[in-house]
């Protein structure tokens, strides 16, 4: 597997991947139907990660085949530059088997060496107990509880907002 920044000629892999894992998810606050990207959009997506200096889109591949992404997307606002926000997700086949893992350490690399970054920060549904092992094993802090804020299939799931200083 190799883990590396998204490149322009990964926009339709990426769309691809993404409403695969946004087809059942029930863990990402937002439904297949509702992703808004088309192939030019994904492509800059990647281009704007690209040139933003606060921000980062890695993805995970498996012989040339995307098979997870994350990001970390910076604030353009200058009182608030020093933040980005996590975005993640996995191929459901290749969930559980460390990629996540993966996928955080080396953001958090990246983010470390970043001359802008200082903290980073991400949402989680409070149902989502091995993403919250695993943001606590990469020793994130939880900072907020919101009850009751997604709405999944009839349910309501309570929101935590979790941060690390880098």
Sequence with gaps: MIIRQALSDDASPLLELKLQYLE??????????EYPNDIDQEREMIERYQSEKNSLLLVATFEDKVIGNID??????????????IGMGIHPKWQHQGIGTLLI?????????????????????????????????????????????FLEKGTYIDKITMFRKL
């Design 105 to 149: 350490k080396n953001a958090i690399d990246w983010a470390k060496e970043n001359e802008v970054l200082k903290i980073i920060w991400l949402e989680v549904y409070k149902t989502n107990t091995s993403g919250i092992a695993l943001y606590k094993k990469m020793k994130f802090l939880e900072s907020g509880y919101i009850p009751n804020f």
């Design 72 to 85: 970390l997307t910076g604030s353009w606002r200058k009182k608030i530059q020093h933040t980005a926000m």
């Design 24 to 33: 059942n998810t029930k863990t990402l606050p937002l439904f297949k139907e």
